[in-house]
């Protein structure tokens, strides 16, 4: 069975930085891509990162020249690096396995607060 634990969440004052990791365990076919996402209350949610079988990322708008992403493929693990964090980055964020044609895997998500 395939578990996706995420880990690094947490309270940050602005300006300050946290990376988040999501482990994926048991075997996965077919992987497309990893990522996050967030949701803060109230919105959708949205799109953060993703990093693409072959090294190819993507970024919002919002976080792009201070958020970076990475993946460990021997360990199945992704990472997001966030620096330069606003109050407007807070959200519950959530580890996403997209596959192709087949179901994406979700973790459970981790809350970012950035507040003073």
């Known amino acids: 069975q395939v578990q996706l634990v995420e880990s690094g969440g947490g309270l940050v004052q602005p300006g300050g930085s946290l990376r988040l990791s999501c482990a994926a365990s048991?075997?996965?076919?077919?992987?497309?891509?990893m990522g996050w996402y967030r949701q803060a209350p109230g919105k959708q949610r949205e799109l953060v990162a993703r990093?693409?079988?072959?090294?190819?990322?993507n970024y919002a708008d919002s976080v792009k020249g201070r958020f970076t992403i990475s993946r460990d493929n021997a360990k199945n693990t992704v990472y997001l690096q966030m620096n330069s964090l606003k109050p407007e980055d807070t959200a519950v964020y959530y580890c996403?396995?997209?596959?192709?044609?087949?179901?994406?895997?979700w973790g459970q998500g981790t809350q970012v607060t950035v507040s003073s």
């Open positions: 048991g075997r996965i076919w077919s992987i497309n891509a």
């Open positions: 990093i693409i079988s072959g090294g190819i990322t």
């Open positions: 996403n396995i997209n596959r192709i044609h087949l179901s994406d895997y």
